[in-house]
């Protein structure tokens, strides 16, 4: 069974810092990868998306992921974070027509 | 545009009651649709999910049971609710039979088990 693991549960760091958020997931076959965020009183929404091509994935908001297949891993980063950027984000994977699965999420705040 | 809508956005239960959460599509058809269950520090845990109307996959063994009476139409119900049922319960759907569509997400509903 396919699998997702986030290993920052929470991760705090100041405004213009660098981001990168660590997503590692375990199946062996061809995989669609995603980010989802969720801000503060917000429903979950789509940040970026791979299914194939360039594993450099650029997304909404300065966001980007990169797809290394060797390391199973789609790491989230951003070059320099906003207070805006305080949310939760989820990595999640399928393959074929299955439902997605989430990592269990981390939830970045960040400072002013 | 595709809307989804979830009702309702709170609810608190007495233990042993029953319970029905309703979502509902509007503009697709056929669209697969999932009710998940988040917890803090726990992600989005998929309960069930349906590839059309009668057709519900179940994924973990739990007080709940989902139905599909309609093609845009997704219930989540409980005949008597435990206090472990409480928690935040998001509806999604996504286009059919493709896997490289996301998921989109409802805004939930919070249910307490008091």
């Given at each position: 069974a396919q699998s997702v693991s986030q290993h920052n549960h929470h991760v705090i760091l100041s405004e213009a810092a660098s981001l990168e958020l660590g997503c590692n997931y375990s199946y062996g076959g061809t995989v669609n990868l995603f980010w989802y965020v969720q801000y503060p009183g917000q429903h979950l929404q789509l940040l970026l998306k791979y299914f194939s091509g360039d594993p450099l994935v650029k997304g909404i908001k300065g966001f980007e992921a990169e797809f290394i297949k060797s390391k199973f891993s789609f790491n989230l980063r951003k070059p320099s974070v906003q207070w805006s950027d305080t949310?939760?984000?989820?990595?999640?994977?399928?393959?074929?027509?299955?439902?997605?699965?989430?990592?269990?999420?981390?939830?970045?705040?960040?400072?002013a | 545009s595709q809307t989804i809508h979830q009702w309702p956005a709170t609810l608190v239960q007495p233990v042993g009651s029953p319970l029905s959460l309703e979502c509902t599509v509007e503009g697709t058809s056929n669209p697969n649709l999932y009710w998940y269950r988040q917890a803090a520090g726990r992600?989005?845990?998929?309960?069930?999910?349906?590839?059309?109307?009668?057709?519900?996959?179940?994924?973990?063994?739990?007080?709940?049971?989902?139905?599909?009476?309609?093609?845009r139409q997704f219930i989540l119900s409980s005949k008597k609710l435990l206090l472990s049922d409480s928690g935040f319960y998001l509806c999604a759907w996504s286009v059919s039979r493709t896997s490289d569509q996301p998921q989109h997400f409802g805004d939930g509903t919070r249910l307490s088990i008091l």
């Amino acid at each position: 069974a396919q699998s997702v693991s986030q290993h920052n549960h929470h991760v705090i760091l100041s405004e213009a810092a660098s981001l990168e958020l660590g997503c590692n997931y375990s199946y062996g076959g061809t995989v669609n990868l995603f980010w989802y965020v969720q801000y503060p009183g917000q429903h979950l929404q789509l940040l970026l998306k791979y299914f194939s091509g360039d594993p450099l994935v650029k997304g909404i908001k300065g966001f980007e992921a990169e797809f290394i297949k060797s390391k199973f891993s789609f790491n989230l980063r951003k070059p320099s974070v906003q207070w805006s950027d305080t949310a939760e984000y989820f990595c999640a994977v399928n393959s074929g027509n299955t439902p997605l699965v989430f990592g269990k999420g981390t939830r970045l705040s960040v400072i002013a | 545009s595709q809307t989804i809508h979830q009702w309702p956005a709170t609810l608190v239960q007495p233990v042993g009651s029953p319970l029905s959460l309703e979502c509902t599509v509007e503009g697709t058809s056929n669209p697969n649709l999932y009710w998940y269950r988040q917890a803090a520090g726990r992600g989005l845990q998929l309960l069930f999910y349906s590839v059309g109307i009668g057709q519900i996959s179940s994924e973990v063994p739990q007080n709940l049971s989902a139905s599909r009476p309609q093609d845009r139409q997704f219930i989540l119900s409980s005949k008597k609710l435990l206090l472990s049922d409480s928690g935040f319960y998001l509806c999604a759907w996504s286009v059919s039979r493709t896997s490289d569509q996301p998921q989109h997400f409802g805004d939930g509903t919070r249910l307490s088990i008091l």
